[in-house]
């Protein structure tokens, strides 16, 4: 079969060719579109279930919250195990899944059995599942700053809380909408929010309590509909507009009645624009800013999301303030091309090399880059099947490629020839036609062929065992 095989390849050479082309331009097709990182991801596949527990003791988080999730959790179809933390106000279940589990397979069932253990949280506990992302997937972070001396248009200094609304409300969502980010999460800076502060002496005076005062923000603070009205044929629409804009509108809301008088939001507590707790800052030179990292979705090109997420960021950029400046910090793309760059010199260093050596041993220039020409014909086919298996090309997957066992069959096929044409022009004392080359390089073909398999078959046997290996090892040396 295989001599067979060998003679119709050289009768037929241009048809052969022909098929390598394509493959090759398969191949360099394969590599526009092949994820690049630095890096192989050893992430195993985990869901986050993140809970926020306003005043809970880690201990009643633990009881309360995580335990009765992680019950829920129990039995779900590929689980491998769950592990929790409970702090002061947070309660986070990781959820970890056998290798090879689709993500969103995970994350459904996650929800599934989020929603079932709900009725069994306190009240107000919402879980949610984290972003669609690993420990590898944060490739972009930028800082929101304030140019020295710069004010606001009333002359005032720009704040902290400030930095926080511009990135909450003007950045942020547009990062969002760059394909392949998951997440944009932000630290530093105050989070605006209104405050009610009430005056508890004034409540006790009136026969009023806290809850009366929270009952009567929920129930003000919402548009209502009621329906519409027919008139010649045109509907009109009817609304009652009752969604508070600002602390005035807060202030107004009518709390209780007493004597005829209407109680409002404003008698009895103060209405003002503060920030939130924080747990932390972020600052940079000695100076307060607001840092914001960007999240890239599993499976992703971080080198092309980096990029994406860098151009939006320049464009939103525009829509600032005067006085309001964002500095890219890290980008995952400078040090994917320095892997890239690391990379093309080992392969080029290494083909040349192989170049030399054959050319000493062979003795014949021609023949040695016929046999090296196997390297990027090789590789290109590689990255044709890294693409289909979604393998990143890393310094783990292209940067240890072995050149001997590459050119390894093609040495002992070409070596062969050569010896075989030269005897036979030795004897013959004259050069070879072209049949008779054709003749002599399939008859030497074949006599090497299934030698040259074996050895490339008992070299390859030696990294199987590579493929048994599981969790972070399995992940790191298979690409």
């Given at each position: 079969?295989l ?9 037929q050479r241009?048809?052969?060719l022909?098929v390598?082309?394509?493959l090759c ?6 590599a526009t579109k092949?994820?690049?990182d630095?890096v ?15 005043g809970?003791?880690?201990?009643e988080?633990e ?7 992680e019950?829920?959790?129990a039995?779900?179809p590929?689980?491998?195990y ?8 947070l309660?986070?279940?990781?959820v970890?899944?056998?290798?090879g589990?689709d993500i969103?397979f ?6 599934e059995r ?11 506990m ?5 972003p ?14 304030a140019?020295p001396?710069?004010?606001?248009p ?6 902290a ?5 511009m990135?909450?409300?003007v ?7 760059v394909r392949g980010?998951?997440?944009v999460?932000?630290i530093?800076?105050?989070e605006r929010?209104y ?8 409540l ?6 806290l ?8 129930k003000n603070?919402?548009n209502?509909g ?14 009652v ?8 509108d ?8 007493r004597?005829g008088v ?5 008698d009895?507590?103060d ?6 707790l924080?747990t932390?800052a972020?600052?940079k ?7 914001a ?7 992703e090109n971080?080198?092309i999301?980096?990029?994406?997420a860098a151009?939006k960021l320049?464009?939103?950029a525009?829509s ?7 500095r890219?910090l890290?980008?995952?793309t400078?040090l994917v ?10 392969l ?6 192989v ?5 000493l041993l ?7 880059l016929?046999?090296a ?5 090789a590789?290109?086919?590689t ?12 310094l783990?997957?292209l ?5 001997g ?7 002992i096929?070409?070596?062969?020839c050569?010896?075989r ?11 070879l036609d072209?049949?008779?080359r054709?003749?002599l390089?399939?008859?030497?073909s074949?006599?090497?062929?299934k ?5 490339v078959i008992?070299?390859?046997?030696v990294?199987l065992p590579i493929?048994?290996l ?6 790191t040396?298979?690409?």
């Amino acid at each position: 079969m295989l001599p067979r095989i060998i003679g119709f390849s050289i009768r037929q050479r241009w048809l052969v060719l022909a098929v390598v082309g394509l493959l090759c331009a398969i191949g360099a097709w394969s590599a526009t579109k092949l994820p690049i990182d630095a890096v192989p991801d050893i992430t195993n596949v985990q869901v986050q279930i993140n809970t926020e527990a306003e005043g809970y003791s880690p201990l009643e988080s633990e009881q309360r919250i995580t335990f009765p999730i992680e019950t829920a959790i129990a039995g779900i179809p590929n689980l491998s195990y769950t592990r929790s933390i409970s702090r002061y106000g947070l309660s986070q279940v990781t959820v970890v899944f056998d290798d090879g589990t689709d993500i969103y397979f995970a994350r459904q069932q996650v929800n599934e059995r989020i929603q079932a253990v709900k009725s069994q949280l306190p009240p107000g506990m919402e879980p949610e599942m984290g972003p669609i992302s690993t420990g590898l997937g944060e490739i972009f972070m930028f800082s929101i700053e304030a140019k020295p001396g710069a004010k606001k248009p009333d002359g005032s200094p720009w704040t902290a809380e400030d930095l926080r609304t511009m990135s909450d409300w003007v950045i942020r969502p547009q990062i969002r909408t760059v394909r392949g980010v998951a997440e944009v999460n932000t630290i530093g800076g105050y989070e605006r929010q209104y405050h009610v502060t009430p005056n508890s002496s004034y409540l006790a005076s009136l026969g009023l309590s806290l809850g009366d005062v929270v009952e009567a923000l929920e129930k003000n603070n919402a548009n209502r509909g009621a329906g519409y009205v027919e008139r010649s044929g045109e509907q009109i629409l009817i609304r009652v507009p009752g969604q508070a804009a600002n602390e005035q509108d807060l202030s107004q809301i009518i709390v209780a009645t007493r004597g005829g008088v209407p109680l409002r939001i404003a008698d009895v507590a103060d209405v003002t624009i503060g920030s939130g707790l924080r747990t932390g800052a972020a600052t940079k030179n000695g100076q307060e800013v607001v840092l914001a990292t960007v999240a890239m979705l599993i499976g992703e090109n971080p080198r092309i999301v980096a990029q994406a997420a860098a151009e939006k960021l320049e464009e939103s950029a525009k829509s600032l303030p005067e006085g309001i400046i964002v500095r890219p910090l890290y980008d995952r793309t400078a040090l994917v091309e320095r892997t890239i760059q690391t990379v093309q010199k080992n392969l080029a260093e290494g083909a040349l090399l192989v170049i030399v050596i054959l050319f000493l041993l062979l003795g014949n220039f021609r023949a040695a880059l016929m046999t090296a020409a196997v390297i990027p014909v090789a590789m290109l086919m590689t990255l044709t099947g890294m693409l289909a298996t979604r393998t990143s090309a890393n310094l783990m997957s292209l940067g240890a490629l072995d050149f001997g066992l590459i050119v390894d069959g093609a040495v002992i096929i070409v070596e062969n020839c050569l010896r075989r044409l030269g005897e036979a022009q030795h004897r013959m004392g004259r050069l070879l036609d072209r049949d008779e080359r054709f003749g002599l390089v399939a008859k030497a073909s074949a006599e090497v062929v299934k030698p040259s398999i074996f050895g490339v078959i008992i070299i390859t046997a030696v990294y199987l065992p590579i493929f048994a290996l599981e969790g972070v090892e399995g992940k790191t040396f298979q690409g």
